[in-house]
């Protein structure tokens, strides 16, 4: 396994658009999260899956941010409409129930000008 | 409200020094602490975890942390810095129990001077 992956690397989008990024977790990781992170700050938690229940939102996640993971393996986080504000590193991790720590993906990047 | 406070935003340290970086936090259970390290616009690597037993944990690339509860502290160590070592730093705090969504400090930036 090769742990998470994360597509795109980088987005550039203009301001209103609609923008979608997929997480790929570590296959035998159950629980799957997103955190965004803006610069110079650290990772604020957004949204977490167990298997395809999504199970707790952050009142960061505004109802123009929605994510799913329909058959439980890969998940995806949309954003409508899309504000200069949304700008930041979008993180994904898995884990298993148990515990023992996440593993992150790489992040995509999205920029809105 | 669970916190972390990492004091120091950017810490300077010479090739072959010595490196304490500091986390204090805030949680009203027990406690499921973490260090990350991020290289630059790279995702998050764990480098040591701590909820129970021995309140000194060895992590990768030769790092510890030592938790002291009287002091709300979760301080990572390193004996002797490699130029390798420059990234950012974040301290973590989690429920031991249950969904184990984490609250970020916001980083310590280490650099190495040659």
């Known amino acids: 396994d090769t742990g998470v992956s994360q597509d795109p690397r980088h987005k550039i989008t203009k301001r209103g658009q609609n923008v979608t990024f997929r997480c790929d977790p570590i296959s035998e990781h159950n629980r799957l999260y997103w955190y965004r992170q803006t610069l110079g700050q650290g990772p604020e938690f957004l949204t977490y899956f167990q298997n395809e229940a999504q199970l707790e939102k952050s009142r960061l996640l505004s109802d123009r941010f929605s994510a799913e993971r329909p058959k439980g393996s890969f998940s995806t986080l949309e954003i409508q409409r899309t504000e200069q504000g949304d700008s930041a590193m979008y993180l994904c991790?898995?884990?298993?129930?148990?515990?023992?720590?996440?593993?992150f993906g790489s992040g995509t990047r999205l920029t809105v000008v | 409200a669970q916190s972390v406070t990492q004091p120091d935003i950017h810490i300077t340290v010479s090739e072959g020094a010595s490196l304490e970086l500091r986390c204090n936090y805030s949680y009203g259970a027990t406690p499921y602490l973490f260090w990350y390290v991020q290289s630059p616009g790279q995702g998050l690597q764990l480098l040591l975890k701590y909820f129970s037993g021995d309140t000194l944990v060895q992590g990768i690339k030769g790092f510890e942390a030592e938790f002291k509860r009287s002091q709300s502290s979760f301080n990572l160590r390193k004996p002797s810095v490699h130029w390798s070592d420059a990234a950012e730093y974040f301290c973590a705090v989690g429920a031991f129990q249950g969904a184990q969504k984490l609250v970020f400090g916001q980083g310590t930036r280490l650099t190495i001077n040659p």
């Open positions: 991790a898995s884990s298993l129930e148990t515990g023992g720590g996440y593993t």
